[in-house]
């Protein structure tokens, strides 16, 4: 499958995860999983660290996966695919798109998004996803050469911090500003069928959906909190 903006036309992207610690962050674990999305019926699959990427692309080769890699530096709040040794890394894993933090915050290391993203296209020619917070974010991202924007970190920055996603206010305004190829995803807070509805009426060209169907760890302690009282 492709990833232009009409091949993911009102399409559910799975973000297959799992916590450090969990017995579900297997990679033999974490590609069954996105084999079971993929089968019933998921456009692609979200994926983070080369290894899972890997697992994934060797059991299901025709797969879409969108690819990131979670490293924290003590310098930068940026963990999404912070830099260029983890842009390289996911991309020779196998990933068909490179999913990283697209918002205004200071990177590792003093790097900058416009030169990542212009080293991408130069070096690699990866098509990216910008994970962003706002508005003026995701349309800047396009502006640099993104061609997925996300709405992945809204309520997860220090300028979103008191919002909760998912971020269906962002999703008119930014299809209105970015261009036509330019496709575009709600992620985040994602917990229904109804609401992933909501997000494509909203705007968006498809959907990424995590923790409501692949998040056991935090699904299973969220059931076990409640029924304590």
Known sequence: MRPERAALKGGLIVSVQAPEGSPMRHPDVIAAMAEASLTQGAIGVR??????????????????I?????????????????????????????????????TARPRPDGQELEALIRRCRDDLGAPLMADVDSVANGLRAAQLGCTWV????????????????????????????LPETVSL?????????????????????????????????????????????
């Not at 994926?47 to 879409?64: K, N, Q, T």
């Not at 309520?155 to 962002?170: C, D, I, K, N, S």
């Not at 229904?192 to 409501?212: F, I, N």
């Open 150 to 177: 996300g709405t992945t970190l809204y309520g997860y920055t220090e300028a979103t911090a008191t919002l909760r996603p998912p971020g269906l206010e962002l999703l008119a305004p930014l299809r209105a500003g």
């Open 66 to 102: 969108v690819g990131l890699w979670k490293r924290t530096f003590a310098d930068s709040p940026v963990y999404i695919t912070p830099g260029w040794e983890e842009i390289r890394a996911v991309w020779a894993a196998g990933a068909d798109v490179i999913a990283l933090d697209a």
């Open 47 to 64: 994926l983070e660290s080369p290894e899972h990427i890997g697992a994934v692309r060797r059991r299901c080769p025709g797969a879409l």
């Open 185 to 229: 995803i709600c992620e985040g807070g994602i917990a229904s069928a109804p609401g992933a509805m909501a997000a494509l009426g909203a705007g968006a060209d498809a959907v990424v959906v995590g923790t409501a169907i692949t998040g056991v760890d935090l699904q299973v302690a969220a059931y076990v909190k409640a029924l304590a009282g």
